[in-house]
């Protein structure tokens, strides 16, 4: 169950703070300024007292000058004092939020493909930037500038109290009444920030979305349909940012309202009682409160605008946490380094569903020699691509075990299984990067050498050669620059440079072109060659050299056996695939 903020969480506040802990002395500087800060503001307004009083009353000219100075030197030492406490409380933000965002993407780099295939890109993109800067602004804009407002409060009426008693009696009872004005503020303002950073999050996905399925919405004409939702989602976004503003726009004149009315009686009654010739209130009290009132309701108004703030960190670090406690990753409860593997594969009465109590795999057995090629076919949604996920461990099976070399992979780490598998898909991604970069997937182990060398072997070097910076040419998002042919050529170098025990080939000729096609059968050739391979194929004739084709029908193998022995096969399942599509391909 999703847990509601509230106004201010202790054990959630505990948390973020555990985040400063490495840099305490930056804390702990941070409150000795904001110390400095409410020492050097009161001292002024007392210091302009006794300059009204002592000097300018007694027309001390040398004294009036000595006063004046005096304030210069402490209004220096509070704009030093506010310059290191701004910087510092907000460069203790950004360090905090920096170590929180290194955390929450290192924890989603080890979720299961599940939890990606449930949650919208554009959500954890919020999660992870705007999220993030909302924390930093607990640290900047919240709690070191409530706590110094705070501290500066207190200073300031204690100097009060010191200098006339009477007056300040009449500000303490304004407190009250502003304090429950802010109080209401702030809850309105909490329930209105939940519903901005949902809206926000609908935005940033509704957005993501449309962006990159651009090319679908301009194919089917959806441009006008998906402006019309844009213009939707937009206006809620508007309306949940209208509250705020409404909610402001009757708080801050309410409190100027509190704030004047509050001066006017202390001149009103302070003037009355000089009038009246009590000596225990004098002309400089009524210069200090004037500034005094502004020093303390001002801080008393905007703190409601800064708890806003922290506010919304705090629900921005709800969502974050969230996500860090999820318990959704791999449990890489593996402890055996995977070796080289020979690359013998079973699965032994495998189950698997992606949706409980609806199984895609329904209790598979399957035997693959080392070194042996496999073809697995079958209609779509038979189960072939499920077989390739749940051996790379992508996502956990319901029963059942898969061993490679006889060893259970469960055991395995991780990171050492999948070093040792290498697989090329029909949708392949490549990064906003170099060809070299997205062939190496930057790692330092793998030579510039030795990716020209594997380029040539598998007859791709020519192909890279004819583009503009060769190695270097950046293919810009998701490798826009270059056709689905060219993609999977650069995807297939990839797998082969990273010299896998075991290859898998998901659909990998089923969308390129024919030139294309036959690099990939001659470098396959290459490739597989000592190696187990797993090729899972739309046009059968692609793998009639297969040592053995698997075929599956509705999460079940329902044969097995060579091209030849699968023709044989009367009103068998391969045979029907087969005549189907040679008889397609003729037609074409």
């Known amino acids: ?46 210091l302009l007292k006794l300059t009204v009083d002592g000097y ?27 310059f290191f406490f701004v910087y510092w409380a907000n460069w203790l933000g950004q360090d905090i939020v920096k170590d929180v965002r290194i955390k929450l993407f290192r924890h989603m780099l080890s979720f299961r493909i599940k939890y990606f295939d449930t949650t919208p890109v554009g959500q954890l993109v919020t999660r992870s930037v705007s999220d993030m800067e909302s924390i930093a602004k607990i640290f900047s804009q919240g709690l070191f500038m409530i706590g110094s407002d705070l501290l500066k409060m207190l200073v300031i009426l204690l100097f009060m109290v ?13 407190i009250p009444i502003l304090v429950f004005v802010t109080r209401i503020f702030q809850r309105k303002m909490q329930v209105t920030f939940e519903e901005v950073r949902n809206q926000i999050a609908n935005l940033n996905t509704f957005i993501q979305e449309r962006v990159t399925g651009m090319k679908i919405v301009q194919l089917f004409n959806r441009e006008d349909i998906e402006f019309e939702k844009f213009k939707v989602i937009n206006d809620k976004h508007k309306k949940a940012w209208i509250k705020t503003v409404w909610y402001n726009s009757i708080f801050f004149p309410i409190a100027d309202i509190i704030s004047s009315f509050t001066l006017g009686f202390i001149v009103w009654y302070g003037g009355i009682r000089i009038l009246g010739g009590d000596q225990s209130t004098t002309f400089g009290d009524i210069f200090s409160y004037t500034m005094y009132i502004g020093m303390l309701f001002n801080p008393l108004r905007q703190i409601a605008d800064k708890f806003n703030e922290m506010q919304m960190g705090m629900i921005a670090a709800n969502r974050v946490f969230e996500i860090l406690d999820m318990e959704d990753q791999t449990q890489d409860i593996g402890k055996i380094e995977a070796p080289v593997f020979s690359g013998v594969i079973d699965f032994k009465d495998v189950h698997f569903g992606y949706i409980e109590n609806e199984e895609v795999i329904k209790g598979i057995n399957l035997h693959i020699n080392a070194g042996e090629t496999i073809a697995i076919v079958g209609a779509t949604g038979a189960g072939k691509s499920t077989i390739i996920n749940l051996l790379n461990r992508f996502y956990e099976i319901n029963k059942g075990t898969i061993c490679i070399d006889n060893e259970n992979i469960n055991h395995y780490t991780l990171v050492s299984l999948r070093l040792q598998i290498a697989v090329v898909l029909q949708d392949v991604f490549l990064f906003a990067d170099t060809i070299l970069n997205n062939i190496t997937l930057n790692d330092t182990t793998i030579t510039r050498e030795d990716v020209i060398l594997a380029a040539k072997k598998i007859g791709v070097h020519e192909f890279i050669m004819t583009l503009p910076e ?13 056709s689905s042919g060219q993609r999977q050529l650069i995807a297939f170098l990839r797998a082969y440079v990273s010299n896998p025990s075991i290859l898998i080939l998901d659909e990998a000729t089923s969308s390129i072109d024919t030139y294309s096609e036959e690099l990939i059968q001659n470098a396959t050739e290459k490739i597989t060659e000592g190696r187990t391979s797993i090729v899972i194929a739309h046009r059968l004739a692609t793998i009639v050299n297969a040592d053995k084709i698997v075929v599956m029908d509705k999460g079940l193998i329902v044969e097995q056996g060579t091209h ?16 189907s599509q040679f008889l397609f391909e003729s037609d074409l």
């Open 162 to 174: 010191k200098e006339n008693w009477r007056l300040t009696c009449i500000v303490i009872v304004a």
């Open 1 to 46: 169950m999703k847990m509601k903020t509230k106004a201010f969480d202790s054990r959630l506040f505990k948390r973020i703070l555990k985040y400063a802990k490495p840099y305490q002395w930056r804390f702990n500087g941070v409150i000795v300024f904001a110390i400095s800060l409410s020492l050097f503001a009161a001292l002024r307004p007392y």
């Open 56 to 82: 300018i009353k007694t027309n001390d000219l040398k004294g009036l000058f000595e006063m004046v100075s005096l304030m210069a030197v402490i209004l220096a030492l509070e704009v030093i004092s506010n």
């Open 470 to 482: 060769n190695y270097d040419y950046n293919v810009k998002e998701r490798g826009i620059m270059l």
């Open 564 to 579: 030849l022995e699968l023709l044989a096969i009367e009103n068998g399942f391969y045979k029907k695939l087969y005549d």
